[in-house]
């Protein structure tokens, strides 16, 4: 049997250690929103409103990477499954159409998440 050792199923970033740069964003939003607390110019109204929206784009973009990094999670538990499958000791009864039926919808959800990503930059 192959050495099982050349992939990892693990994810090499502690989430605890590592938080988006997005979620850091909504204390210092709402710390902005206070300062324009009362909105008794026109400038500090205008500064409100641009805070207000801010904060709506920060909550679209953290669901779209929340979104993509879940698609990116299940595919790569997809491959891992096909990588413990080819390692197996039965490889010579999979055959190429199986193979490509396993590998073709990860490819296209990859895919997705991949576009979704990029869409926000």
Same mark, same amino acid.
């Given at each position: 049997?192959?050495?099982?050792?050349?992939?990892?199923? $693990?994810? +090499?970033?502690?989430?605890?250690?590592?938080? *988006? %740069?997005?979620?850091? $964003?909504?204390?210092?939003?709402?710390?902005?929103?206070?300062?324009?607390?009362?909105?008794?110019?026109?400038?500090? *109204?205008? #500064? $409100?409103?641009? %805070?207000?929206?801010? @904060?709506? *784009? !920060? =909550?679209?973009?953290?669901?779209? +990477?929340?979104?993509?990094?879940? +698609? *990116?999670?299940?595919?790569?538990?997809?491959?891992?499954? #096909?990588?413990?499958?080819?390692?197996?000791?039965?490889?010579?009864?999979?055959?190429?159409? =199986? #193979?490509?039926?396993?590998?073709?919808?990860?490819?296209? $959800?990859? @895919?997705? %998440? %991949?576009? !979704?990503?990029?869409?926000?930059?």
């Amino acid at each position: 049997m192959p050495n099982t050792t050349a992939y990892s199923e $693990q994810s +090499t970033i502690n989430p605890a250690t590592h938080v *988006l %740069a997005v979620s850091r $964003q909504s204390p210092l939003i709402a710390e902005l929103i206070e300062l324009t607390f009362p909105a008794d110019t026109p400038d500090k *109204l205008r #500064v $409100q409103e641009l %805070a207000y929206q801010l @904060d709506e *784009l !920060r =909550g679209s973009i953290h669901g779209a +990477t929340a979104d993509g990094c879940d +698609t *990116l999670l299940r595919v790569s538990a997809g491959l891992g499954a #096909v990588l413990r499958l080819l390692e197996g000791d039965d490889i010579a009864c999979v055959d190429s159409l =199986g #193979v490509h039926s396993l590998l073709a919808p990860l490819k296209r $959800q990859l @895919d997705s %998440a %991949a576009n !979704r990503m990029q869409g926000m930059i």
